[in-house]
């Protein structure tokens, strides 16, 4: 396929790829985007996933999933926002207000409502991101804030092990922290308190030093299944969610691609098939509504828009 066949197939997906990638990959006008994405919240995986919630706010009974069920709140809530609906949509704000009004999480300081976080990095993380997404950042955006200024490690990063377990830094737990603190800053944009965003560019530090992927002290990958690229990511660290997070943070800063991202953008391009997408990575465990994702191995269109609009931002 030549490129604008891959960008035809694209819009032929389901909504919230299509939306995007008429964003990213071409020059439609805002008000036509705006009408497109609106369709996030009433076809689709968008408009599916909001059906699936109960009247008390959950998902699948489960606040975060247990024994990797991401029949939940976290990992819905999360879904709709890598999505992109518009968080102003009807269906959108009715689904938010009964989370806001029904949901908690049980086992933290008596049952903290969902939208005040939790106790781990990289669901506080997650929780700031969407929080700052469907506009409900409050006392317990600033509560999350402190615990995760408070937890940044030596090293630049974060790891949802306490101290007294490990000191070292998870990529995985970096990267759901920094996505919920460039999030915060889109948020509230000149009022983002000075430590935030200094919080965040030691973290982004703490992976491009390991060009995304590699140990600092050989320069080996440090783990394989970052080569595997999956949709949604969950909490999973791969190497083209860590490359999406700092085309966001460029974009919102105006700046283009470090250079030490060179190797992950080359993974990326590595997976690239001959018909110039790319294909689904191998999923994560855990039960789901349903596939959002294509099969392993078949043509993604998650991963062909993510690719593509990397590669752009990169100058390809």
């Not at 036509?32 to 968008?46: K, M, N, P």
């Not at 929080?131 to 990063?157: H, K, N, P, T, W």
């Not at 440090?222 to 997070?245: Q, T």
Request: proline share 5%; charged share 25%.
């Amino acid at each position: 396929m030549e490129r604008t066949e891959v960008i035809e197939w694209l819009l032929e997906s389901d909504p919230s790829v299509r939306w995007q990638a008429l964003r990213d990959l071409t020059g439609l006008s805002a008000e036509a985007l705006a009408a497109e994405r609106a369709r996030v919240a009433t076809e689709g995986h968008g408009a599916n996933l909001l059906a699936l919630q109960a009247d008390d706010g959950y998902w699948g009974g489960e606040v975060y999933g247990v024994k990797g069920d991401r029949r939940s709140v976290m990992w819905t809530v999360q879904s709709l926002r890598r999505f992109g609906i518009d968080p102003d949509a009807a269906p959108a704000r009715v689904a938010i207000d009964r989370v806001r009004a029904g949901v908690h999480f049980d086992d933290v300081d008596g049952g903290l409502p969902f939208f005040s976080g939790e106790s781990e990095a990289c669901v506080n993380g997650g929780v700031l991101a969407a929080s700052a997404y469907f506009g409900v950042l409050g006392d317990g955006a600033q509560r999350m804030l402190e615990i995760l200024l408070e937890g940044q490690l030596d090293d630049g990063g974060w790891n949802c092990d306490p101290p007294e377990e490990s000191r070292r830094s998870s990529f995985d737990s970096t990267l759901c922290v920094l996505e919920g603190l460039l999030g915060y800053e889109l948020a509230v944009g000149d009022a983002t308190p000075a430590e935030v965003i200094a919080a965040r560019h030691r973290g982004e530090e703490y992976l491009l030093e390991r060009n995304l992927f590699r140990r600092k002290s050989t320069g080996g990958i440090v783990l394989e299944r970052y080569e595997n690229l999956i949709f949604p990511p969950y909490w999973v660290y791969d190497v083209l969610r860590s490359l999406d997070h700092f085309r966001a943070a460029g974009l919102a800063a105006g700046n283009g691609p470090d250079e030490r991202i060179a190797p992950a953008l080359d993974l990326v391009r590595a997976q690239r098939r001959d018909d110039g997408r790319w294909p689904a990575g191998d999923p994560w465990n855990g039960e789901v509504f349903f596939a959002i994702d294509a099969p392993a191995g078949q043509p993604s269109p998650w991963n062909t828009l993510r690719s593509l609009r990397v590669l752009r931002w990169a100058g390809e």
